[in-house]
């Protein structure tokens, strides 16, 4: 049974909500792909940032931000979905390109431009799910560009709260094939039934050989971090206020689910990957980071 707010949250695009975090993490994607050093390049990204009356006036390059890199929020945090974005990338690629995997999810994908941007072997089918509202922003865009994409690309309006896997299933996925999801920016926002269905739909449809990438946040308390940088400069400069967008209750244990269900995890901290490519954020006092993680899971048995 769909409540009336829920109602309204389905219908809602990148204006308000949780839709403008993707416009959050498109701006952070615009000004990676411009920084001389950049870690990923997404030259849609800035399309999205300037097409939204929310995010029109929002800087796509570091240049334009006064305090440039010492800014939290346009350096430090834009660098961190510029990080993201790129191992995120270097994991489906490795996917697709050294298995025999050819069906790709993207739950909550949001203004991710992935199926238009990235070197898809032939014969990839991309799933991306996301809300009625957020999809149809960004097809707009999109279409305004004449983007063309680099593997089938199927749209799956739907809300991940919801139960998606008949949208997904009339929309043609294959749930024989080996599957890469990716849950990437998105289970902190959903409560945490909704992250257990997620977890158990996503190991029901996944034969042997199926991967699944998400990010989750261990803190215990979120608010413990409410004076971070990182969330006093969102809500001061953009308007966000993320900790109330996140969802407050408890968090399941989704990566020790996965073990007990066959699956081969390991989890990460963001600072990892800043090590290994020699950019990105660094652990910092009172950081919204600190309970990030980012969890790469192989169904290695049935
Ligand atoms: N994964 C994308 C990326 O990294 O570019 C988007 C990340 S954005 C921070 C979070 C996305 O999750 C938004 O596009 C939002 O609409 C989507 N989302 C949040 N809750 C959702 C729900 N209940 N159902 C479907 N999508 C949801």
């Known amino acids: 049974m769909v409540d009336t707010a829920r109602r309204d949250t389905e219908r809602e695009g990148v204006e308000g909500g949780i839709g403008r975090t993707a416009l959050l993490v498109a701006a952070s994607r615009a000004i990676e792909t411009h920084r001389h050093d950049s870690l990923a390049r997404d030259p849609y990204a800035e399309h999205f940032v300037r097409a ?28 961190y979905f510029g ?3 790129r191992v995120l990338d270097d994991h489906l690629l490795r996917s ?3 298995g025999a995997l050819r069906q790709v999810v993207l739950l909550g994908a949001g203004l991710d431009a992935r199926a238009f941007r990235l070197d898809w072997p032939p014969g ?23 983007a063309t994409p680099r593997a089938t690309r199927v749209p799956v309006p739907i809300d991940l709260r919801a139960d998606w896997v008949g949208a997904l299933t009339d929309a043609g996925f294959d749930r024989t094939a080996p599957t890469v999801w990716l849950a990437e920016g998105l289970l902190f926002y959903l409560p945490i039934t909704a992250e257990r269905y997620l977890i158990d739909t996503v190991d029901r449809l996944s034969p042997r050989g ?21 969330y006093t400069s969102t809500e001061r400069q953009i308007g ?24 081969s995890t390991s989890v990460h901290t963001p600072f990892d990957f800043t090590h290994r490519h ?10 919204a980071l ?13």
């Open 240 to 263: 966000i206020d993320l900790l109330h967008l996140f969802d407050g209750g408890p968090r399941p244990d989704s990566a020790g689910d996965l073990e007990g269900r066959g699956w």
């Open 96 to 98: 697709v390109h050294t």
């Open 210 to 230: 199926s991967t699944l990438a998400y990010e989750v946040k261990l803190e215990k308390d979120l608010l413990a971090y409410r004076d971070s940088p990182l």
């Open 278 to 287: 020699g950019r990105g954020p660094l652990p910092e006092p009172n950081d």
């Open 52 to 79: 939204a009356p929310a995010s029109a006036d929002w800087p796509v390059r570091i240049h334009e931000v006064p305090d440039g890199d010492a800014n939290p929020l346009w350096g430090r945090f834009a660098r």
């Open 290 to 302: 600190e309970g990030n993680r980012w969890v790469f899971a192989d169904k290695t048995r049935p």
């Open 124 to 146: 990839c089918v991309i799933f991306e799910i996301d809300r009625q509202g957020v999809l149809d922003f960004k097809h707009g865009v999109l279409d305004g560009l004449s």
């Open 83 to 85: 990080l993201r974005t």
